[in-house]
C-alpha cells in the first residue's frame, strides 16, 4: 500500500502522457527526480549520479567519460524542474480506486490532504476501534448519497447540494443546489442598474428594476450604443490577450535559447573541425567572385535602362514626325475636295446658262417661222421654200451648240 509520504523515487510515479526524451535520466532512463547538471553539460538525477560516481574508482561521466566528483554537480536549470512538476501523473492509490490525476508537484498535497485511500498503520490491537473512530472512514450522506470522508463529513453536511438553504432576500427554504439559480432571479434581492458599468449609480429590489427603474433610466435609450462599444472593446481585451500570450511564447523561447548552449558539452564543440587556410582562401575567392558578379549585374542592369531610354526617345520622335506628315497629308486631302467642290458649281453654272441661250434662240427661229408662213400668201413659192430650209439650218446649228456646251 502506498503510504503518505512525501519522498518518492524514480519508480514511484505513474505518468499519464508519455515523457520527452530530454527529460530522462540516462542512468536510471527514467524522468528525473532532484535534477543535477555536471560541467560537461549533463543532466542526472541526483540519487543517479551520487552512486555512479561512489561505485566507480576514477569518478568520470557516465556519458563522456569526462573527469568528474561529486561536488562539480550543480542543481539544474530552473525550466528543467518547471518541466518535471508539470508531468501529469496517477495516484499511486489507482490500484485501490482513486481516480485523481494531477501534477507531479501536487501529489504530495493529494496524499495528504485529499486521498481518500490513504492509510497509515496501526497496532493490530487497535485496529478495530481505530476503525471506528479513523477520519479516513468514508460515511454515506442520506441526502446525495455522496461518500464523504468523516473529517469532511461536518463540512459536507452545512454544503450538500441536496439540502435546504434559506434565502437571504426572501427568506424562503431553497433546496440547496437551486440556491443560486433562485438568487440570481430572486424579484427581493438588491440588485444595481444593469447599465452601473456605463455610470448609472441606482441601487434597488430587482422587481423595482424592472417595473420602474429602466423605464426612466437615461442610459436604456442608448443602450445599443453601449452594446457595440462593449463588443468592440471585448474585440481588443481579446487581441490584447493573444498578443500577450504570443508575447510570452516568444520570452519563453528567448530564455531556452539563451540556457541552450550551458547544454552543449565541450567535446560535441570539439567535433567541428576547424576552417583550415586552403578552404578559408578557397571561401575568400567564391566571396570575390560573388561581388564581381553581383557588380557586373549592375552596370548591365544600368546598361539595359540607357538602352530602353535611348529607343523610347528615337519611337517618340519617330511617331511625332509621322503625326505631322499625317496632319499636312490631311490638309492637302481638303483643299483638294474645296477645289474640286467649287469646280464643279462653276460647271453647274455654265450649263444653266447655255440652256437659256438655246431656248431664246428657238423662240426666235420659231416666231420667224410663224412670221413667214403669214406672208407667203403675196410671196412665191421659191422664197417661202428658201427661207424654211434656212431656218431649219439655223435651228440644227443652234442645238448642235447646245449639245457641245453640255
Known amino acids: 500500500m502506498a503510504t503518505t509520504t512525501t519522498a518518492f523515487k524514480a519508480t514511484d510515479y505513474d505518468y499519464v502522457d508519455e515523457i520527452n526524451q530530454n527529460l530522462l535520466c540516462p542512468i536510471c532512463y527514467c524522468p528525473f527526480i532532484t535534477p543535477v547538471s555536471s560541467p560537461c553539460g549533463h543532466t542526472f538525477c541526483q540519487d543517479c549520479i551520487t552512486f555512479a560516481l561512489a561505485s566507480t574508482p576514477t569518478p568520470s561521466c557516465p556519458i563522456d567519460r569526462t573527469p568528474l566528483s561529486l561536488t562539480q554537480v550543480t542543481p539544474a536549470a530552473k525550466l528543467i524542474s518547471s518541466l518535471l512538476d508539470e508531468l501529469h501523473v496517477f495516484c499511486p492509490n489507482r490500484k485501490d480506486g482513486c481516480t485523481w490525476i494531477g501534477q507531479r508537484q501536487s501529489l504530495n498535497s493529494h496524499l495528504s490532504v485529499h486521498c481518500l485511500y490513504a492509510q497509515e498503520d496501526v497496532r493490530r490491537g487497535e485496529l478495530e476501534s481505530h476503525m471506528r473512530e479513523c477520519s479516513y472512514r468514508a460515511e454515506a450522506c442520506t441526502r446525495c448519497n455522496r461518500t464523504i470522508r468523516k473529517m469532511d463529513f461536518a463540512v459536507h453536511v452545512s454544503e450538500c447540494s441536496a439540502g435546504t438553504a434559506s434565502c437571504m432576500h426572501c427568506k424562503r427554504d431553497i433546496r440547496r443546489s437551486d440556491l443560486a439559480g433562485h438568487i440570481s432571479d430572486c424579484p427581493e434581492a438588491i440588485v444595481s442598474c444593469t447599465h452601473v458599468y ?185 422664197s417661202h421654200r428658201d427661207d424654211a430650209d434656212r431656218s431649219r439650218t439655223m435651228i440644227s446649228q443652234f442645238r448642235q451648240d447646245g449639245s457641245t456646251k453640255l
Not at 426612466?216 to 498578443?243: S, V, W, Y
Open 198 to 382: 456605463h455610470g448609472c449609480a441606482w441601487e434597488g429590489q430587482r422587481k423595482v428594476l424592472n417595473e420602474q427603474h429602466l423605464v426612466t433610466c437615461p442610459f436604456e435609450a442608448i443602450k445599443g450604443f453601449f452594446r457595440i462599444h462593449d463588443q468592440r472593446q471585448q474585440a481588443m481585451e481579446e487581441e490584447n490577450r493573444e498578443l500577450r500570450r504570443q508575447l510570452a511564447d516568444l520570452r519563453q523561447q528567448v530564455e531556452a535559447l539563451r540556457e541552450r548552449p550551458l547544454m552543449i558539452s565541450p567535446p560535441e564543440a570539439a567535433m567541428v573541425p576547424p576552417i583550415v587556410g586552403e578552404t578559408a582562401d578557397r571561401i575568400g575567392q567564391l566571396l570575390a567572385e560573388t561581388d564581381q558578379l553581383r557588380s557586373d549585374l549592375v552596370n548591365l542592369s544600368a546598361g539595359f535602362s540607357a538602352m530602353e531610354m535611348r529607343q523610347d526617345m528615337a519611337l517618340l520622335c519617330e511617331t511625332s514626325r509621322l503625326r505631322e506628315e499625317m496632319h499636312s497629308v490631311r490638309a492637302l486631302c481638303q483643299a483638294v475636295q474645296s477645289q474640286l467642290i467649287n469646280f464643279a458649281l462653276d460647271r453647274r453654272k455654265e450649263a444653266s446658262a447655255s440652256s437659256s441661250t438655246s431656248k431664246s434662240v428657238l423662240s426666235s427661229a420659231i416666231s420667224a417661222l410663224a412670221g413667214g408662213s403669214s406672208e407667203g400668201a403675196s410671196a412665191s413659192r421659191g
